[in-house]
């Protein structure tokens, strides 16, 4: 699957977000399809028309960033909650006196790790809607984000290829990261709460209907069905997609910023280029449906 040259249907993407304007927030789109820098808002005090409006973009760009947002860990929680029902993760650590804030602390002695693309928690019956990741200190330089577009990726595969992908489903399991940090009796224990699940290589957003390709190299093992050889060779070639620039967006990460990104539609890489400099961030997660 080699492609030269422009991919028209990212132009087609580009102008159907396009026809979307706002009134209440300004947007910067950070690429074609996917990331939007939002600006006039305070989301520690947000009236309804205006989380509408980011609600809705949201939804188009996929991820959206928020800059200079000085707000309090009840705050940050609350916005979180205006979108669900918020999740506790059962291997991250989570900040002092709330279960529900992820805190990723890295420095000299706590390596990012997190520097592979992924869908957070895939291994979930139901994994995330989204996360809201706040910047509580940054490194002078290094540490950005970088997210892929899943949907676009799905649109840039040939039809003999989604042909086949149609009705595909593949297991995901933790046990292939965290599980690799448990003793037997305790990683026994974590897999009867944690199951192996299975979920279709393609999935179908709940709410926009769009396509979006749903497996990823850190949690998905292998797909149902299918000769391993052969699942392995498609799987790999599904995971590379993440890797195309013309899908990707990337965000330099300033102290008080935040991204809220919708796992349902993308995957997301870390880059851990930053050490031995302090990076530390905290993440609320809402927990979303089925896929299907």
């Known amino acids: 699957m080699l492609h ?53 973009a949201h939804l188009d760009y996929k991820v959206i960033f928020f800059r200079d947002q000085d707000i309090t860990t009840e705050q940050h929680l609350a916005f979180a909650r205006r979108f669900g029902e918020l999740e506790e993760h059962p291997f991250l650590p989570s900040k002092e006196g709330y279960t529900k804030i992820i805190r990723f602390a890295k420095d000299e002695d706590v390596k990012g790790v997190e520097n592979v693309w992924h869908s957070d928690v895939s291994w979930r019956e ?68 944690f199951p192996a699940i299975e979920h279709p290589v393609v999935r179908t957003h709940p709410v926009t209907g769009k396509k979006a390709i749903y497996v990823n190299a850190v949690f998905t093992s292998h797909i149902v069905g299918m000769e391993r050889e052969e699942g392995d060779r498609l799987l790999l070639l599904l995971y590379s997609q993440a890797a195309v620039p013309e899908y990707q967006c990337r965000f330099r990460w300033q102290k008080n910023s935040i991204a809220f990104w919708d796992n349902r539609s993308l995957q997301h890489y870390a880059a851990s280029d930053y050490w031995p400099q302090q990076r530390v961030m905290e993440r609320v997660t809402i927990i979303g449906a089925r896929p299907a």
């Open 4 to 56: 030269y040259g422009p991919r028209p249907f990212l132009h087609e993407m580009r102008e159907e977000l396009e026809r979307a304007p706002c009134k209440r927030i300004t947007l910067r789109p950070l690429s074609p399809t996917i990331g939007a820098e939002i600006g006039g808002v305070d989301l520690g005090d947000l009236d309804g028309e205006t989380f509408a409006e980011i609600e809705r």
């Open 126 to 193: 139901q994994p995330s809607l989204g996360s809201v990741l706040r910047a509580h200190e940054v490194p002078s330089v290094g540490g950005d984000t970088l997210f892929s577009d899943m949907v676009a990726a799905y649109q840039g595969l040939d039809d003999e290829l989604k042909a086949k992908l149609e009705g595909l489903r593949a297991v995901h399991d933790f046990t292939r990261t965290f599980g690799l940090l448990l003793d037997p009796e305790a990683l026994a224990e974590k897999q009867k709460e």
